[in-house]
């Protein structure tokens, strides 16, 4: 059955190597699986044996002194207990971000897989460190220093699943402490002499084919990092390896200063094996306890920073806006055709897959070839197509990341998904699952009309569901409703019934603008915080980069295009850093009429397209003098457009180059409704006889004039059609004289200065 099981879910997904599907892995453990392109081998025991060697001599005394000496910078371990663990030391050669070979101090952590029957048999060579029930597998090459941990790889690759630490576990052992980390089963080892074994891949993944492995333990300690990563994958670690025999180690209550990880604790001279002994087990998946949630709770609350959720690395709008990639959560994306969502998406989902959480991509309009290869170049950020000779270093990293892709396109059941969802979500820990699009997911289902609205909301349940019980994060691709170009999208924008986003977490927005796209964050359940922020699109490494203020206004009222902008900024960073100047701040009295009608001119110009900024405030009111005030935003210079202005203007009703080319045809402005927040004009006067004059007959500046009559027509087209129905006998004014002007302007003032008080 299981195996049937497999080869299902295989059709379902594939990773990187294009050779490779769900069950690439199973293929380097069970006799007879499928073949792929590159054999896994076993990693080489005379190697090890001659790099462990080289720690017993004393070679590379600085990785000794890394590895051994205690303090901050130092992991405070013994030889005894290095030698048991038959650790090697040596040097390794890597690239770094500037594409350079550096060569790096490395430490070299061997794993092991246990023995078969026949091959127990078999006599251990003397230069080996394997041992009668054990065999060496793989070596993990980390080297040393935390700020540089993240050169590391595993050899060989492709290569067999083995664990770090299995050599010292006893034949007849019951219990075992499985840690998050090689220090960490190593400090715990040091500290208490209990057994210990780190996980394969760190917090990331816990690979099924290490599991019977560890089914002759009565119980297990599970040792994860005291963060937001380390508890969400406990708890999925536990109920992959038996929640009534796993125990989750956490920091003691009250404990004032709680270590991040095992070797934390040990540096700080806590008690690892009180830590151990407090342990206790997950309760049912549908009740807990205040005392079980205890340590969550305090951690939200004394690190809420930390947090927030997963941060990304190459856009700190997301980090400002949505604090981050939380699990359990429901996105949904949405933009017009060519608007960039498979592109900004693809290049998120590097982002977090860079920091370990495990990616599983469903792209059902674009093929997985053409999305790899996209991707591919957003992580070397590179062209590779002009440098080709970077190919390989690049495809190494990137085959390394924990990426996977269904293997499904065009229309598919959602049931079909949903089962290789959680099947993937249980085998490589899935932690973020992409749908694109949902549209193409289910064309050709269903009937038509109301019936295609009830499929999109039950597949919408469904993974609303998902995420929820799964406690993974989903992001969802939707369509638009077919509007004008000339029109930006909003919420309602979104294809479908209500439900779509009611259901999600976080609704973002892509719209075109004629040089640049813009993301708007529509809805952001987690706090509340929306906003948008301007991306320009490198074509040659395929990714998107944030733009400033200063460059947004210089594409807006400059010949410049987004290519030359790039290049500028990758010539001089610094430009890119410069703020854009802020409008000054200053009150400036008013005496005459004049200078009002230049303030209200350069305010009408300036802000009738950010409506949101027209709320002006107005100065404390002095009964005892007679003069008008200006408003308290002063803008300087009317004819340079402010970047609100350009964020908000829609996009062209055709490509920009045309635009150019055509002569300008000047238009009427057409005269629309106003919503009622809008109506109202805002009124600088202050005594009774200054607001007297403006309905006494008392000539009016030009502008203002101007303003009052198109807040009356619009008045008039809303509110006074609904008055005359209601009382027929009425005219403008209310009192059946039609002939009302005065008092209308009256009322819309006195109202207008009500609302402002």
Known sequence: ICLVFFFQAEDGIRDFCLSRGLGDVYKRQVHGGPKRGREAQYASELLAHIRHQNFLDGRYPEVASYITSPGPEGRQLSRATLEAYKIGVGTETFTNEEGERVELPVVYFPMFAPRSSKSKKEEVDVQSISNSNVRLVRNKVRAIGREMKHFQRMEPSPGFWGLFGLNVVPADAEFIVLTEGEYDAMAVYEATGLPSISLPNGASHLPVQVLPWLERFKRIYLWMDNDEVGRENAAAFAKKLGVNRTYLVQPLRGEPNPAKDANDALRAGQNLLEIITAARPMTQDNMTTFSEMRH????????????????????????????????????????????????????????????????????????????????????????????????????????????????????????????????????????????????????????????????????????????????????????????????????????????????????????????????????????????????????????????????????????????????????????????????????APLTDMARLDHLFQAMTEQDQVAKEKQDLILPPEDEDEEVVHAPTKVIESPEEPEVEKVLQEAPPTQPQSDREEKEPVIEEPKESPLPMKDLLAPIWMKSSAAKDSFWEGESLPPAVEKHLTERERAYESIVAPRSRQEYPSRGRNGNGNGNGNGNLRRSLLEESLSRKK
């Open 296 to 587: 969550v709770v305090r951690n939200r609350i004394f690190k809420y920073s930390e947090n927030l959720g997963l941060q990304s690395e190459y856009f700190a709008w997301f980090n400002a806006k949505l604090k981050g990639f939380r699990r359990g959560e429901l996105t949904i994306m949405t933009g017009g055709t060519g608007s960039g969502k498979t592109t900004l998406l693809s290049q998120l989902s590097l982002d977090f897959c860079r920091r370990g959480v495990s990616t599983l991509w469903g792209s059902f309009e674009v093929k997985n070839e053409i999305l790899m290869t996209n991707m591919l170049m957003q992580y070397a950020n590179t062209n590779l197509t002009t440098e080709k000779e970077k190919f390989e270093h690049y495809a190494d990293e990137f085959e390394r990341l924990p990426l996977f892709f269904l293997k499904f396109f065009g229309s598919t059941e959602v049931d079909k998904i949903i089962s290789t969802v959680e099947y993937a979500v249980y085998t490589f820990d899935i932690g973020h699952v992409i749908i694109d699009n949902l549209q193409f997911l289910l064309s050709g289902q269903g009937g038509r009309g109301y019936d295609k609205f009830d499929l999109q909301d039950d597949a919408i349940a469904k993974l609303r569901q998902l995420a929820t019980t799964r406690n993974i994060h989903v992001t969802l691709v939707i369509h638009p409703r077919k509007v004008d170009d000339n029109v930006d999208l909003s919420v309602s924008s979104v294809f479908g019934t209500a439900k779509a986003t009611q259901e999600a977490d976080n609704i973002l927005i892509i719209q075109n603008r004629p040089k640049f796209k813009l993301v708007e964050v529509k809805k952001n359940r987690f706090d509340g915080e929306l906003g948008r922020v301007p991306l320009g699109f490198d074509k040659d490494t395929k990714r998107f980069v944030e733009l400033t203020e200063n460059e947004v206004l210089d594409l807006h009222k400059t010949p410049l295009m987004l290519p030359e902008l790039l290049s500028r900024r990758s010539k001089s960073p610094q430009i890119a850093q410069k703020a854009t100047p802020k409008i000054e701040q200053k009150t």
